[in-house]
């Protein structure tokens, strides 16, 4: 699985909608952003801003990979529990398709409150919630449920998106605008596909047999083929002051 790869895609998802928040939130006027949980750097190195960039992440393999990929950015192994920055640092601090990762969402985002100067900006850009996840035609209903399951099992909390707004609220961080990403299934291409299948047989192949896992993906492809399928997974933003 070339993580890479997947962040990368992920990042193509949100282009537009990181562009309209990144300037609702003056990164243009911004002198310091943080990502918490940037991963190899799909992000940090797509953005353009006199500002100083900073990354964060807890696995070091990632942060080798992000090294290469956005050398410009000040980057950072730790947790996002407890960011080793201190108070009102940041101007701008953000995260992507990170929260429903987190042990302790509420946490992570009274820490990405706390690092944001008054009146900086906290966004949440991704944050999915597969227990409304919708798959058409009904033959395909299954594959939510088991990559659900599958996201569980690693830790994930596949709901969360539904919880974002909440989330910051609770932290002490004031919601200026909420929403879900406009994006549907319809639109993936072929090499969207291609991805998304590769994370899929990942994900299920500790738990469902590889037989049921090829049948669906065939189903999958017939749907395509017939224009017959529908994907699409709320995935949740929030743009929110300090």
């Known amino acids: ?41 799909a992000i940090l190195s797509s953005m353009t801003t006199p500002a100083s960039l900073h990354g964060l992440d807890l696995a070091a393999a990632a942060l080798a990979e992000a090294k290469i990929h956005a050398p410009g950015a000040a980057l950072v192994r730790g947790d996002a529990l407890a960011l080793p920055y201190p108070d009102f640092t940041f101007d701008v601090t953000f995260c992507h398709f990170l929260l429903l990762w987190v042990r302790d969402p509420l946490q992570a985002a009274r820490e990405m409150a706390r690092v944001t100067r008054p009146g900086g900006h906290v966004l949440a850009l991704a944050e999915p919630d597969y227990s409304q996840r919708v798959d058409k035609p009904e033959s395909l209903a299954p594959l939510g449920k088991w990559q659900a399951d599958a996201l569980h099992r690693q830790g994930a909390d596949p709901s969360f998106g539904a919880r974002l707004a909440e989330t910051f609220a609770r932290a002490g961080i004031e919601v200026i605008e909420t929403g879900t990403i406009q994006r549907s299934g319809k639109e993936a291409s072929r090499e969207e596909r291609e991805n998304e299948w590769a994370v899929i047989e990942s994900d299920l192949a500790a738990s469902v047999p590889g037989e049921d896992i090829q049948k669906m993906k065939a189903l999958d492809e017939e749907a395509w083929a017939s224009g017959e399928r529908v994907l699409f997974v709320p995935t949740y933003f929030v743009r929110g002051k300090v």
């Open 1 to 41: 699985m070339n993580w890479h790869d997947r962040y990368s895609q992920q990042a193509r998802w949100t282009s537009d909608l990181r562009a309209y928040l990144f300037d609702k939130a003056g990164l243009n006027e911004a002198r310091r952003v943080l990502e918490v949980g940037c991963g190899t750097g």
